[in-house]
């Protein structure tokens, strides 16, 4: 693992994703390594391509640029983060994001977390009240789909735990449930573990299906074989994502939570 600093000029960049006015991202690269992740895609930088989860750069600076831009720009909703982990291993020495929450709440700005990682429980005496949302993403409880597709993330029982704090906190929380790979995490089993979860902690859930990139389908190939890449290529062909976008919202009433795509 290969760990640098580097400094930014600025910090806050305008977002299109739904709901996110703004984006913060205080690294370059993920610690997680997640296979089915599409940031190289998004990225386009050879190092990231050849090596996802192997090089994380750290944006030293990014709290200083941050002070800077909310200063000059109107409030909105910032997303923390979008193309990596804000609160990934390397955060635990550097602490870039705490400052980061601290300077977004004190210029009036909102802001909604998506991670996979317990970390964020440190800074839970700042995530609180009415401008925060807290989102974790749950592909799958079984042990052996973490153990294939985010084999350096933390548990499925690790975010569950740090989902169920904010909950008691009275902290607004969602699920992102994706990406939802056919065969391997589209079973009943799977979308009733996330929809009772979401249940039990008030929780909105998200959904959306995985999503080809030539970078990410490459990475797919050499973890799970030729063989089983087509077969996810294939289902994805035949439109398998209506089949299970009705199963979710089938359950989803049955079990009372509200659900919605992720990019609608």
């Not at 996802?52 to 600076?61: L, T």
Request: charged content about 25%; aromatic content about 10%; glycine content about 6%.
């Amino acid at each position: 693992m290969t760990y640098s600093k580097v400094r930014c000029t600025s910090a806050l960049s305008k977002s299109s994703l739904p709901g996110l006015d703004y984006t913060v991202n205080p690294y370059i690269g993920c610690e997680h390594g997640c296979i089915y992740c599409y940031v190289p895609d998004v990225l386009k930088r050879q190092e990231f391509a050849d090596s996802w989860g192997e090089k994380v750069y750290a944006k030293e600076n990014v709290h200083e640029a941050l002070a800077g831009q909310v200063r000059r720009l109107r409030s909105g909703v910032v997303g923390l983060s979008t193309v990596t982990d804000a609160y990934q291993p390397y955060e635990r020495k550097l602490c870039l994001v705490r400052r980061v929450i601290e300077t977004l709440l004190a210029n009036g700005f909102k802001i909604s977390f998506q991670t996979k990682s317990g970390l964020i429980l440190r800074d839970q005496d700042l995530i609180k009240g009415d401008n925060v949302e807290v989102g974790f993403t749950i592909t799958s409880l079984d042990k052996d789909f973490a153990k294939q597709f985010e084999p350096k993330a933390p548990p499925p029982e690790v975010r569950v735990q740090a989902l169920e704090t904010f909950f008691e906190r009275r902290v607004k929380t969602y699920i992102f449930y994706g990406p939802i790979i056919p065969n391997y995490n589209d079973d009943d089993k799977t979308i009733n573990d996330v929809l009772n979860i979401a249940k039990r902690t008030h929780s909105r859930v998200l959904y959306d299906v995985l999503r080809l990139k030539p970078i990410l389908s490459k990475r797919l190939q050499e973890k799970i074989g030729v063989e089983g890449y087509a077969e996810i290529r294939e289902s994805l062909y035949r439109g398998c994502a209506e089949s299970v976008y009705s199963k979710i919202l089938r359950a989803s009433r049955q079990v009372g939570v509200g659900v919605e795509p992720a990019f609608p």
